[in-house]
């Protein structure tokens, strides 16, 4: 199951996290929960209870939650999802711990450690930009981020989605047109710290980062573009942060 940022149910938790960033929990509570109700595949209830459960003031329905989407993410065969086991299960055994079950505590801690570092992505993997490059060229890092220019960015980032790299384009600076590279990592990498269980569970965006330059091996010409209105939504989203880049 592809996470892809144009389905509704993950516009509305995308939607709920700003309402997060600008100390509104009760807005943002109100999406999640509009996320669950609209869910129809397990991707989407996996996604939308991981939100909702967050919000919960009581131990016992957030451990409800929980449970929802660890059900609907144990169906999903994919390691993009699988790699929210170690934060679902460790989520899991904090509210164990406070409601000093701490057989169900030990257990869930131990299956948190087991699913940690299980699979590495094979890729293929992709990079969105605006720069018109050529197959042999290499990304590297040095270059301003996209999204803070201030800052220097000390790694290059890529995704093993075809719209986590369209939107990357999308985003990214210059007057040329959206392009997706196809890409080859030369050194070891990452996830990406921004996204990976610090705003989606997991690292269901597959997206990566190395100090090493990524090769670039050939482009991608055929994706969904977004509309004029989804870049400008976009767009705003990125003006509007507030939380600090993990460089």
């Known amino acids: 199951?592809?996470?892809?940022?144009?389905?509704?149910?993950?516009?509305?938790?995308?939607?709920?996290?700003?309402?997060?960033?600008?100390?509104?929990?009760?807005?943002?509570?109100?999406?999640?929960?509009?996320?669950?109700?609209?869910?129809?595949?397990?991707?989407?209830?996996?996604l939308a209870a991981y939100y909702v459960a967050r919000h919960q003031k009581n131990v016992a329905d957030k451990l409800k939650w929980l449970g929802t989407a660890l059900r609907s993410a144990s169906e999903i065969n994919d390691d993009a999802?699988?790699?929210?086991?170690?934060?679902?299960?460790?989520?899991?055994?904090?509210?164990?711990?406070?409601?000093?079950?701490?057989d169900n505590a030990k257990k869930n801690y131990e299956l948190a450690d087991s699913f940690r570092d299980r699979s590495s992505d094979k890729g293929p993997f992709y990079h969105g930009t605006k720069a018109d490059l050529q197959v042999g060229?290499?990304?590297?890092?040095?270059?301003?981020?996209?999204?803070?220019?201030?800052?220097?960015?000390?790694?290059?980032?890529?995704?093993?989605?075809?719209?986590g790299a369209g939107l990357a384009a999308a985003l990214a600076k210059g007057d040329g047109p959206d392009r997706i590279y196809i890409v080859e990592p030369t050194g070891s990498?990452?996830?990406?710290?921004?996204?990976?269980?610090?705003?989606?569970?997991?690292?269901?965006?597959?997206?990566?980062?190395?100090?090493?330059?990524?090769?670039?091996?050939g482009e991608i010409t055929d994706w969904v573009r977004l509309t004029p209105e989804e870049r400008q939504q976009w767009q705003q989203k990125i003006a509007n942060l507030k939380g600090e880049i993990i460089n």
């Open 81 to 102: 999802v699988k790699s929210a086991f170690p934060s679902l299960y460790e989520s899991i055994a904090k509210c164990y711990e406070e409601l000093h079950d701490f």
């Open 189 to 217: 990498f990452e996830n990406d710290p921004n996204v990976t269980d610090k705003k989606f569970p997991g690292n269901p965006t597959r997206s990566y980062r190395s100090q090493e330059p990524l090769k670039i091996v």
């Open 137 to 163: 060229d290499l990304l590297t890092a040095g270059y301003n981020s996209n999204y803070k220019p201030e800052i220097v960015m000390n790694h290059i980032y890529f995704t093993a989605l075809i719209n």
């Open 1 to 46: 199951m592809e996470f892809n940022p144009n389905n509704k149910v993950v516009k509305l938790c995308l939607q709920g996290m700003s309402m997060e960033d600008n100390n509104q929990p009760e807005e943002a509570s109100k999406l999640f929960l509009q996320a669950s109700y609209e869910a129809t595949n397990d991707f989407e209830r996996f």
